[in-house]
């Protein structure tokens, strides 16, 4: 398999409720924008990946989960609590080294943002 490009997909019970909160809320960038203006489609940067939101679902979107890594974990709890998002844990370092906060979107989809401290592993190339 010779992958150029990817992206997760989204189908969201409330189009217009998710596109503001990951383009408001979050601040996502939008990478393009797509169909008819009734039911328009939003693609957003995510990092290194993309993140459709388009369609529509009767039902929520169930086992998915994100993880997303911000710079600074704490900033983005104070900016996500003043927004109203549903905090589901505000951030601690986990044993494995990283800071992670957990939040959900508004069908319920678990949104984990993690900070990789200076010191981390992650940060260096050990090979």
């Known amino acids: 398999m010779d992958v150029l490009s990817s992206r997760v997909l989204l189908r969201p019970s409330d189009p217009a409720r998710s596109r503001a909160f990951y383009g408001d809320v979050l601040g996502l960038a939008v990478y393009r924008e797509f169909g008819p ?3 328009p489609g939003v693609v957003f940067f995510l990092g290194n990946g993309l993140l459709e939101l388009s369609g529509r679902s009767d039902e929520v979107p169930r086992g998915l989960a994100l993880w997303v890594q911000v710079r600074d974990v704490a ?7 003043a927004a109203g998002t549903a905090v589901l844990r505000p951030p601690q370092l986990e044993p494995w080294g990283l800071v ?3 939040i959900e979107d508004p069908d ?6 993690v900070e990789v401290p200076p010191d981390h592993p992650l940060r260096r190339d050990l090979r």
């Open 108 to 113: 319920g989809v678990r949104i984990v943002l």
């Open 37 to 39: 203006p009734e039911h």
């Open 100 to 102: 992670e906060m957990w």
């Open 75 to 81: 900033a983005e709890h104070a900016r996500c609590a």
